[in-house]
């Protein structure tokens, strides 16, 4: 699995681009696909992707990947956005980090800690929870972090009382 060469180098850092370059890896070879096949489906979807453009990702040589391309890979590829942002699988190196609440519904093995921003780690379970709008990050503002939600999406004004009472809104 490409998720679990993700997390064996000890001095290689979980960045969003490394994981993106390896997931995107997995899926293709998954389809069956040519590094030629994947540029010309977002050549297809609207991105002027050659084929050196795929392998330079998939060789580690871009440092980054625009939020365009992002969100086409993950049309082209058939895969919510957050699978390519942050790892699926378990590794060798996940299972430290830190505790999660009895309800979390992700992997009990996914405590890789994970670049989020150049200033901050945190496990990738945690990263995908923020990335799907369901918990914002350590230090961020609860009340701002879920005020921004579409109304329809909103927790009730008790229910985010109740997580920040429990310790579970995040801002630790």
Known sequence: MADAALCMADDALLTPTRVIAERVRELRDDRGWSTSDLARAMRAAGVPWERGVVTKLEAGYRQSVTVTELLTLAAVLDVAVVHLL???????????????????????????????????????????????????????????????????????????????????????
């Open 86 to 172: 942050v790892p699926t699988y378990p590794s060798p190196l996940w299972g430290e980090g830190e505790p999660r609440s009895p309800d979390d519904p992700n992997e009990p093995s996914d405590d890789a800690p994970y670049q989020v921003t150049p200033g901050q780690q945190v496990p990738c379970w945690r990263v995908r929870q923020f990335v799907r709008g369901h918990r914002p990050l350590p230090g961020q503002d609860v009340w701002r972090f879920f005020g921004q939600a579409p109304a329809q999406e909103r927790l009730s004004e008790e229910a985010l009382e109740k997580r920040a009472r429990v310790g579970d809104a995040g801002t630790d």
